[in-house]
C-alpha cells in the first residue's frame, strides 16, 4: 500500500467524495447515506445561523480537509467543523490545524470509529469540543476533549449546551427534525 505525504495527497483530483488520510494510506468510504446528510445539513444550518448572528467564526461542512498533523500525514473531513475568530489564521485553502468545534454525524458503519479512533485524535491533535450526533438514538453527545470529564448527553427538548459556542441553547430535537 502506497503512502502519501500531505502534499501528495492534496496534488490527487479534488472530488465530493469524502476521503481521509491516515497516517499516509488515503481512505476513502462509500458516501453517506441521505439520513446522515439529512442532519448534518440541518445542525449545519443550525449552527450557521447562530455562528453568524454572533460573529463567532467561520463554519464548514465536509468535505473539506483538516490537517491534523503534517509531518504524520493525517488529514480527516469531520462532519461539520467551526473555527473560532481567534484561530482564523489556520483556514486557509484548508484547515491547518485543529478546529474548535468538530461534529461527527454517526452512521453504523462509522460510529465505533468516530467514538473512539477519531475522538482520540481530535483530543491528542488539541480540538477543544466534539459533538457525537446519533440519528438513531435522537441524542446528541458533546464532549469536552480539553478535559477528561464525562460527555453530556441531550436528548428531546433539552437545550444543548457547548462550551465552545456562546448561547448556543438549541433543543437537542431540532438537530433531528
Partial sequence: MERLSV???????ETMRPMELVYGVVREP?????GHQSIVTRLAALLFAH???????????????????????LVVQPDVIFVSNERLAIVRDR????????VEVLS???????????LEWYRRYGVREGWLV???NTCVEVVD????TAPRLFAG???????????WKVPADHVFG
Fill in 134 to 136: 446519533d440519528y438513531r
Fill in 51 to 73: 455562528v453568524e448572528e454572533h460573529h463567532l467564526g467561520r463554519l464548514c461542512v465536509s468535505p473539506v480537509d483538516v490537517v491534523l498533523d503534517e509531518h504524520a500525514a
Fill in 108 to 118: 453504523p458503519r462509522t460510529a465505533a470509529r468516530d467514538r473512539t479512533t477519531k
Fill in 145 to 148: 476533549l480539553q478535559s477528561v
Fill in 30 to 34: 462509500p458516501a453517506p447515506r441521505y
Fill in 157 to 167: 427538548t433539552e437545550p444543548m449546551r457547548s462550551a465552545v459556542l456562546p448561547d
Fill in 7 to 13: 502534499h501528495e495527497y492534496f496534488r490527487l483530483a
Fill in 95 to 102: 484547515i491547518w490545524g485543529p478546529p474548535d468545534l468538530v
